[in-house]
């Protein structure tokens, strides 16, 4: 059973990191409809309907990406349920994310950790759910973790799409860290751009005349994801594939280039899988 929400449209008004999470939002419904598509959300399009906001003049065409991303996490994040039912998840920056619909059949405890504005709009679009436990609180802040610390026993899933690069490499070493020592197992999955799209985004990145996307500092090559593991004790990696390969048809020519080790190692997104404590 999907839940639905209300027909009052809204008119979000958001900048900055926040307002990313209507472009997210967006570009997966466009790919959540039709029996052909990677994602099966009816919850979503409606969301969708009930924002106000020009998403085509501000974003311009939607691309696979953002369904694909969520996607590979819904995978991971079912088979997690599937193996440990008394387990808990966390989904950092979760925005809009309907995620705990599509995948949470058990209701088990569900976290959405964001900021205080995220949050707000979270609560006032989507179906309260007790068991969607809406925490405002920057991920940067070890608060949330002091809270999952408490109320958890089993092993945790931590999720973060689409976060991870508006962080400094050193913020995301030191929550990483935080993670694999405040948790005692658990999982981990976030996504990566590579370096050279992190410097385009740091001169400006333009997605429409209308719209210029923040800043992504941390950028990080998949060939450089051993290095940066090695800096968080008791993380080690699952799988770590490119974009394109887990549904290769959404990224065709991509998927052929990155056969290519270099466009692989060097050129390409990244969606990383790790566990802790196993
Ligand atoms: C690109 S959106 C991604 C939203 C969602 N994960 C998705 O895929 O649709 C980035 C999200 O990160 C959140 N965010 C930004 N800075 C944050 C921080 N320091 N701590 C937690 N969330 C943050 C934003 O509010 C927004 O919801």
């Known amino acids: 059973m999907y839940a639905t929400i209300d027909d009052a449209r809204v008119a979000p008004s958001l900048s900055g990191v926040p307002e990313t999470m209507l472009l997210t939002t967006w570009t997966r419904s466009a790919y959540s409809s039709g029996p052909d598509n990677l994602l099966h959300d009816p919850l979503l399009n409606e ?29 991971r994040i079912r088979t997690f349920l599937t193996q440990h039912p008394d387990g808990t998840v966390v989904v950092l920056g979760e925005g809009l994310e309907t995620q705990f619909w599509r995948v949470n059949e058990a209701r088990v405890p569900w976290y959405s950790v964001d900021l205080p504005e995220s949050i707000a709009i979270r ?39 689409g976060l991870l690069m508006y962080f400094t490499e050193d913020q995301v070493v030191t929550l990483l860290r935080n993670i694999t020592e405040r948790l005692p197992r658990g999982e981990v999955f976030f996504d990566t751009i590579p370096p050279w799209f992190s410097r385009k985004t740091l001169r400006g990145w333009h997605l429409s005349r209308q719209y210029t996307a923040p800043p992504m500092p941390f950028g990080l090559a998949l060939a450089d994801l051993p290095e940066l593991i090695e800096r968080v004790p008791r993380l080690e990696v699952v799988a770590a594939p ?20 270099y466009v692989h190692n060097h050129i390409a997104p990244g969606l990383i899988h790790c566990r802790f404590g196993a």
Do not use: K
Not at 47 to 74: K, T
Not at 135 to 141: F, K, P, Q, R, Y
């Open 47 to 75: 969301l969708v309907r009930q924002i106000d906001y020009d998403f085509r003049g501000r974003f311009g065409a939607p691309s696979p990406v953002h369904a694909i991303r969520s996607r590979y996490a819904d995978e």
């Open 123 to 161: 609560r006032r679009l989507l179906p309260a759910d007790p068991q969607n436990r809406l925490v405002e609180c920057s991920a940067l802040d070890t608060a949330w973790l002091d809270q999952i610390a408490t109320e958890s026993s089993g092993p945790v899933f931590v999720s973060t799409a």
């Open 242 to 261: 490119n974009y394109s390969q887990p549904y290769p048809r959404y990224m065709r020519l991509f998927n052929l280039l990155s056969r290519i080790p």
